[in-house]
């Protein structure tokens, strides 16, 4: 009972806040840092105090994992240069200069737990840049280097984060050995990742098909990896990125329809979930945190943290600038490469601070080796806070002016285009196959006859082919019959979920049966917005 309530009131408040955010108009994990805050200082609420190894367990293994789930392999080796520019290069610059910052200007910060400070703000969070930018049309390019920036640089600066904490912990730190270990850990990490990722992949072909237990597998695979390799000694945190997108990858093989769809479904609701947890947590730790701080002043502790905040913001703005001007200067710029300022000025406004550092703050241990307790553990906790405060709340409410500002969009005429030609490649190879492959394998005409009018209706749809008394029809006029078929698919569902609603009132069918059909109806309807996005 004493860790279910706290559970389920953290829940409600998650719910609340996040089902306010669309009518703020305000990102959610900006209203959720600000809602953690408010919670952090109501009278009465729990006092939710975490271990800091359980932190790591159950918070990031998913995290991560639910990130290199989401992130497609092409899009990661596309732009692969500008990602390991922002997620390595990046991450271990704002580290050293957060650390150098820290060191000489907060009073007791030596060098290592200056390191811990920079290694915990280092790491940008998608999650509020997209959530940020929900809507403003911003170009796949960009989304898809903040995503794979995301993903990559928690790798860097936990592993960053770990070497900190162990200096602090041991009071030693040698260069050329930490640089040796960190190899050895990181490949070690990736080959422990792709062991478990194949060995699942093998698992999940051997149950295909039961949708419940390919989910449950799917749930253990981050954990089961970030063990395993913490197990053998290497990177937990590589080992479980390097798993998920290898299962990613390979999860068009191995899962049914079934299967992926609720485990779509499942990711998605926990990494939610997760986030917003994290997020209230801190500020439900506020205030015996603040307690424990006696050496500084309130008014200093912010000073403090909005100057290590304008660190991590100004070195983020000068790198992409300066990397970017000396890759084309230099003759080393390609398609990948971002020339555009306003979209380098974007990228570099959405480097908001989120989960990861206030898992890894939260995760920082209660005491040394020698039993003592870790140095500043209330005051780098509390820095960490601000960091992300000032960043999700500056950044990410500024963030959507500044996009329609320097009007970084997506050409949608191109996306949608594109679109449009893998649904008719999708559509005429199917048409292929009924006529020269289906009639081998049995049915009759009638059969390959029905079959071939739904496909060659959709070809002639996609293709803006439909006869208007033998007037070819504009792009406009093609764009608004395409629209209405769309639109009438939509109205037969609407049609249907009533009539479904009628019948689940009366006793004429089993509801099972009912239930079923309102499912088929549910993918339908997913298919059809799908379709409505080309030409939106």
């Given at each position: 009972?004493?860790?279910?309530?706290?559970?389920?009131?953290?829940?409600?408040?998650?719910?609340?806040?996040?089902?306010?955010?669309?009518?703020?108009?305000?990102?959610?994990?900006?209203?959720?840092?600000?809602?953690?805050?408010?919670?952090?200082?109501?009278?009465?609420?729990?006092?939710v105090r975490l271990d800091p190894e359980v932190v790591f367990l159950i918070f990031l293994p998913p995290l991560l994992y639910e990130a290199s789930w989401k992130i497609s392999w092409h899009d990661l080796?596309?732009?692969?240069?500008?990602?390991?520019?922002?997620?390595?290069?990046?991450?271990?610059?704002?580290?050293?200069?957060?650390?150098?910052?820290?060191?000489?200007?907060?009073?007791?910060?030596?060098?290592?737990?200056?390191?811990?400070?920079?290694?915990?703000?280092?790491?940008?969070?998608?999650?509020?840049?997209?959530?940020?930018?929900?809507?403003?049309?911003?170009?796949?390019?960009?989304?898809?280097?903040?995503?794979?920036?995301?993903?990559?640089?928690?790798?860097?600066?936990?592993?960053?984060?770990?070497?900190?904490?162990?200096?602090?912990?041991?009071?030693?730190?040698?260069?050329?050995?930490?640089?040796?270990?960190?190899?050895?850990?990181?490949?070690?990490?990736?080959?422990?990742?792709?062991?478990?990722?194949?060995?699942?992949?093998?698992?999940?072909?051997?149950?295909?098909?039961?949708?419940?237990?390919?989910?449950?597998?799917?749930?253990?695979?981050?954990?089961?990896?970030?063990?395993?390799?913490?197990?053998?000694?290497?990177?937990?945190?590589?080992?479980?990125?390097?798993?998920?997108?290898?299962?990613?990858?390979?999860?068009?093989?191995?899962?049914?329809?079934?299967?992926?769809?609720?485990?779509?479904?499942?990711?998605?609701?926990?990494?939610?979930?997760?986030?917003?947890?994290?997020?209230?947590?801190?500020?439900?730790?506020?205030?015996?945190?603040?307690?424990?701080?006696?050496?500084?002043?309130?008014?200093?502790?912010?000073?403090?943290?909005?100057?290590?905040?304008?660190?991590?913001?100004?070195?983020?703005?000068?790198?992409?600038?300066?990397?970017?001007?000396?890759?084309?200067?230099?003759?080393?710029?390609?398609?990948?490469?971002?020339?555009?300022?306003?979209?380098?000025?974007?990228?570099?406004?959405?480097?908001?601070?989120?989960?990861?550092?206030?898992?890894?703050?939260?995760?920082?241990?209660?005491?040394?080796?020698?039993?003592?307790?870790?140095?500043?553990?209330?005051?780098?906790?509390?820095?960490?806070?601000?960091?992300?405060?000032?960043?999700?709340?500056?950044?990410?409410?500024?963030?959507?002016?500044?996009?329609?500002?320097?009007?970084?969009?997506?050409?949608?005429?191109?996306?949608?285009?594109?679109?449009?030609?893998?649904?008719?490649?999708?559509?005429?190879?199917?048409?292929?196959?009924?006529?020269?492959?289906?009639?081998?394998?049995?049915?009759?005409?009638?059969?390959?006859?029905?079959?071939?009018?739904?496909?060659?209706?959709?070809?002639?749809?996609?293709?803006?082919?439909?006869?208007?008394?033998?007037?070819?029809?504009?792009?406009?006029?093609?764009?608004?019959?395409?629209?209405?078929?769309?639109?009438?698919?939509?109205?037969?569902?609407?049609?249907?979920?009533?009539?479904?609603?009628?019948?689940?009132?009366?006793?004429?069918?089993?509801?099972?049966?009912?239930?079923?059909?309102?499912?088929?109806?549910?993918?339908?309807?997913?298919?059809?917005?799908?379709?409505?996005?080309?030409?939106?």
């Amino acid at each position: 009972m004493e860790i279910l309530e706290p559970i389920l009131i953290l829940m409600a408040i998650l719910a609340g806040l996040a089902a306010l955010a669309p009518k703020m108009k305000l990102p959610y994990p900006v209203l959720l840092v600000l809602g953690g805050l408010f919670v952090g200082i109501t009278p009465s609420l729990p006092n939710v105090r975490l271990d800091p190894e359980v932190v790591f367990l159950i918070f990031l293994p998913p995290l991560l994992y639910e990130a290199s789930w989401k992130i497609s392999w092409h899009d990661l080796k596309t732009y692969r240069k500008p990602i390991s520019r922002l997620a390595i290069g990046l991450v271990f610059l704002t580290t050293t200069v957060v650390a150098v910052v820290a060191h000489y200007c907060i009073p007791g910060f030596d060098w290592p737990l200056a390191f811990v400070l920079g290694a915990i703000v280092s790491p940008p969070d998608a999650v509020a840049a997209t959530s940020a930018t929900k809507g403003l049309g911003m170009p796949r390019r960009t989304t898809v280097i903040l995503e794979g920036e995301s993903l990559v640089n928690d790798a860097s600066a936990l592993i960053a984060y770990r070497y900190a904490v162990a200096a602090v912990a041991s009071g030693s730190f040698i260069l050329w050995q930490a640089s040796i270990q960190f190899v050895i850990l990181a490949i070690g990490g990736v080959l422990a990742g792709l062991a478990i990722g194949y060995a699942f992949v093998w698992a999940l072909r051997k149950v295909q098909g039961n949708a419940t237990v390919e989910a449950s597998l799917n749930l253990m695979i981050p954990f089961v990896s970030y063990l395993f390799a913490e197990h053998i000694k290497v990177s937990g945190v590589l080992s479980v990125v390097a798993t998920g997108l290898y299962v990613s990858w390979r999860s068009s093989e191995v899962f049914s329809y079934q299967g992926r769809m609720l485990s779509n479904n499942f990711w998605e609701l926990l990494g939610f979930l997760l986030n917003g947890f994290v997020f209230i947590l801190i500020g439900l730790q506020l205030p015996w945190l603040l307690e424990g701080i006696t050496e500084y002043s309130m008014t200093h502790l912010i000073l403090y943290g909005l100057l290590v905040s304008a660190a991590a913001i100004f070195i983020r703005m000068a790198w992409l600038f300066v990397i970017s001007k000396f890759s084309m200067r230099f003759g080393f710029a390609n398609e990948a490469t971002i020339k555009s300022k306003g979209e380098l000025f974007i990228i570099g406004w959405a480097g908001m601070r989120g989960v990861v550092s206030l898992a890894t703050a939260l995760a920082l241990p209660l005491t040394l080796q020698n039993g003592n307790a870790f140095p500043n553990r209330d005051v780098v906790l509390f820095l960490a806070f601000i960091v992300i405060l000032v960043t999700l709340v500056l950044q990410g409410l500024t963030l959507p002016f500044f996009v329609r500002h320097f009007n970084v969009k997506e050409d949608t005429e191109k996306e949608a285009a594109l679109e449009r030609k893998l649904r008719l490649h999708m559509a005429r190879q199917a048409m292929t196959f009924i006529e020269k492959e289906l009639p081998v394998l049995g049915g009759n005409e009638f059969i390959h006859n029905g079959l071939k009018n739904r496909f060659e209706q959709q070809i002639r749809y996609l293709n803006g082919s439909l006869p208007t008394d033998g007037i070819q029809p504009s792009l406009k006029t093609r764009n608004d019959q395409f629209k209405q078929y769309i639109f009438s698919e939509l109205e037969v569902i609407n049609f249907q979920r009533q009539e479904i609603i009628k019948l689940l009132k009366h006793d004429n069918y089993p509801e099972e049966m009912i239930r079923k059909v309102e499912g088929e109806l549910d993918v339908w309807n997913v298919a059809v917005q799908s379709r409505l996005k080309i030409i939106k």
